[in-house]
């Protein structure tokens, strides 16, 4: 039996599967499928082929159809839907077409604020499309790393189109979804309106070219704003060009003039995160906030969550939720999946501390030191040079040639090397580069026994010490 893991959220569903496992394409050349809607004539447009078009057809688009999941009449009649279930099992029905050949059973990780009438609706959809859903689970659960952190509040932090989530996660022997907050109206949605109107009055001030007159250099805005934000995770500034007609428009776009835009909102989270901590007196301990590669999109927010006190931030890896939910089929079913469909909204989290610990005390043993990479089958020793990392041929004294798609991994990806008693990572990529399930900003420091995973990909290298022949 082949299990897909469906990631759901109305900013992009994710699916998960294959052997290895990684993330899918679900919407044509893309890993993520927007939940977006544009009646046509003769059919109902969905997903991003809807979303690429989203900003030629205002009045038509629909985009609330799973944060607002009812068989309410629409207010918006078309010839094609009724209902925001109707859409919702469209889109659905768009993404299962495409990965249904990887998987005969699901379960789908679902965002904490879903009641228990909707997941029914979606079960519905998925009975009638003979999608296998074979349960469901709580998206934070889901998306959590393998590391418990003893003593300390856990918060799962992820955005949606329409809404922002803060998830208290309780560490015991089981890891557990408590209280949450919920802030509507406080999405992509809208801080990509706020921030394409922004680049507007960029261009209007320094060309007196105003994007948003026609809707076509519109609709381009909203579609290059995930590739600006990307630039902006590891740069400050970047030339954005645009064309209409024969005239070619730039300017030099600021990653603080969106931080600007946006921070009344960030401000309000951090507020929200330092109220969530005092309810729980847990003001005076670390807090361990994961964020969603949703959230970690967003320029500027990271810094103003490091300003709060005793605070360290996990980044989750793209798809973590459906990526965890292959990852926890033992944990959750006990390998074994059933006719029903069951909600687990907790999953063992002590089993995982304990191993972690083993680890930890590993790592950090003082008889035994790192010394190499192990790619494959192929250890590569590291030195004060740099080892380059990336889907680039170099020589194997110089670097690991990882064999993967360059839209997953960056030519040069990352480099290891030695700094006098240390083994420094620095990552160079657009993708990302995680240890043990966390994105490293920038450089970080390296122990015995951890794994790096580059970018969307499922290629691994762990970090190992080759034992001399005289230590034996």
């Known amino acids: 039996m082949a299990l897909l893991g469906l990631e759901l959220s109305d900013a992009g569903i994710l699916v998960a599967g294959d052997n290895p496992a990684r993330l899918l394409i679900v919407d044509g050349q ?16 969905v997903g991003k082929p809807a979303s690429d078009k989203a900003h030629l057809f205002p009045l038509q688009v629909i985009n609330r159809f799973w944060d607002q999941l009812n068989t309410e009449p629409l207010k918006q009649k078309n010839r094609h839907t009724q209902n925001h279930a109707e859409i919702a099992y469209a889109h659905l029905s768009h993404v299962w077409e495409i990965v249904k050949q990887y998987g005969d059973e699901m379960i789908i990780a679902v965002p904490n604020f879903f009641s228990k009438e909707q997941l029914g609706l979606i079960l519905g959809m998925a009975q009638e499309l003979s999608i296998p859903v074979k349960g469901f689970v709580s998206l934070p659960i889901a998306a959590s790393s393998y590391h418990a952190y003893p003593n300390a509040m856990l918060l799962h932090l992820d955005i949606h189109l329409h809404r922002f989530e803060i998830i208290h996660l309780h560490q015991g022997e089981y890891l557990t979804a408590k209280n949450s907050l919920t802030f509507q109206e406080i999405g992509l949605e809208q801080l990509y309106r706020s921030w394409v109107e922004t680049i507007a009055e960029e261009f209007v001030h320094a060309t007196r070219f105003d994007p948003l007159h026609q809707a076509a250099t519109e609709q381009e805005l909203y579609n290059r704003l995930s590739a600006a934000l990307d630039i902006f995770k590891h740069q400050s500034s970047f030339l954005f060009e645009i064309s209409h007609g024969k005239h070619r428009y730039r300017i030099t776009l600021l990653r603080d003039v969106l931080f600007q835009k946006s921070e009344k909102i960030y401000d309000e989270i951090c507020q929200f995160i330092e109220k969530m901590r005092d309810d729980h007196g847990k003001n005076n301990f670390l807090t361990v906030l994961q964020t969603t590669h949703r959230v970690a ?24 939720g459906a990526l965890g939910v292959l990852k926890l089929r033992d944990q959750l079913t006990d390998g074994h999946l059933g006719n029903g469909a069951s909600f687990f909204t907790s999953r063992p989290w002590q089993q995982a501390e304990s191993k972690t610990s083993r680890v930890i005390s590993y790592k950090t043993s003082d008889t035994i030191r790192a010394s190499h990479l192990l790619y494959g089958d ?8 740099p080892l380059i990392i990336g889907c680039e041929h170099y020589p194997v004294e110089k670097g690991i040639y990882v064999q993967a798609k360059s839209s997953d991994v960056s030519k040069k990806h990352c480099t290891v090397q030695r700094k006098n008693d240390s083994i420094i990572l620095t990552d160079y990529s657009s993708q990302g580069t995680f240890v043990d399930d966390r994105q490293i900003d920038g450089s970080d420091r390296l122990a015995l026994g ?12 762990r970090i190992i010490a080759c034992i001399e022949a005289d230590e034996t």
């Open 378 to 385: 192929v250890a590569y020793p590291i030195s004060e040079k």
């Open 30 to 45: 893309e890993q993520e499928s927007p939940g977006f809607a544009i009646p046509e004539k003769e059919r109902l447009l």
């Open 297 to 320: 999109c967003l320029p500027g927010l990271k810094d103003k969550l490091l300003e709060i006190e005793n605070c360290k931030i996990i980044g989750l890896e793209p798809g973590a």
């Open 450 to 461: 951890q794994v790096i995973r580059l970018g969307t990909s499922q290629e691994t290298i």
